[in-house]
């Protein structure tokens, strides 16, 4: 059974640009879950998706924005990039309300 | 939302030593406690969790506990190893909701 699958794998931006980043979910899990992981700031809740409709989001400004598909892929998309997205973007999904199971994430470096 | 706090942010122990980690929350409503480890460089991986209607889970070296009284949750492990070196992270969430709330993490470091 393929895992969470994550693409691209690490990415380099500029300021100003915008970026889009693709998770697939195990086949079979209709939840889909962002994080952003900094060094100081631990894991922090972007938004999660169910069955195409984001059903919860957390405290980051308009710029982060998501959505899913039919097949449960999901992709997240920050605009007007900023130094401070640099970030390990880590998306996970599950099969019930129990039970992450984490892709490898996409390291964005914003320079 | 929820709020999950975790103490201690870094923890050093000797091999063979016990640790533990512990952690709050805010939101009466949540009845899902798992904990990840994260290995440097890797993703985090469920490494035991808890239930609301259960106090107390162990898996070999591994035990949580949970006080629904005070909102607080605990990880044990035991006979620490080398390999044990890793960020912990404690996270709560509800039931039929997928709102998963981390704590900010804690850095075991075991010394051999």
């Known amino acids: 059974k393929a895992g969470v699958t994550q693409t691209p794998r690490y990415l380099i931006k500029t300021r100003g640009q915008q970026v889009t980043l693709s998770c697939s979910p195990i086949?079979?899990?209709?939840?889909v879950s962002w994080y952003q992981q900094t060094p100081g700031q631990g894991l922090q809740f972007l938004f999660e998706?169910?069955?195409?409709?984001?059903?919860n989001k957390g405290n980051f400004p308009g710029r982060f924005s998501g959505r899913q598909f039919s097949n449960s892929r999901s992709e997240m998309n920050v605009s007007t990039l900023e130094l401070g997205d640099s970030a390990l973007y880590l998306c996970?999904?599950?099969?019930?309300?129990?039970?992450?199971?984490f892709g490898s994430g996409t390291r964005l470096t914003v320079v | 939302g929820e709020n999950v706090e975790q103490h201690p942010s870094t923890l050093s122990v000797q091999e063979g030593d016990s640790a533990v980690i512990k952690c709050t929350y805010s939101?009466?409503?949540?009845?899902?406690f798992p904990w990840y480890k994260q290995e440097l460089g890797k993703r985090p991986q469920l490494i035991i969790d808890?239930?609301?209607?259960?106090g107390e889970k162990k898996d070999q070296r591994i035990a949580v506990t949970l006080n629904k009284t005070a909102k607080h949750f605990s990880l044990h492990i035991t006979e620490t190893q080398p390999e044990d070196s890793a960020v912990y992270f404690c996270?709560?969430?509800?039931?039929?909701?997928?709102?998963?709330?981390f704590g900010a993490g804690t850095r075991l470091t075991v010394k051999p």
């Open positions: 808890i239930r609301s209607n259960v």
């Open positions: 998706y169910f069955s195409e409709t984001q059903r």
């Open positions: 996970a999904s599950s099969s019930t309300n129990y039970g992450y199971t």
């Open positions: 939101d009466s409503a949540s009845n899902y």
């Open positions: 996270a709560a969430s509800k039931r039929n909701n997928n709102d998963m709330r």
């Open positions: 086949s079979g899990h209709r939840s």
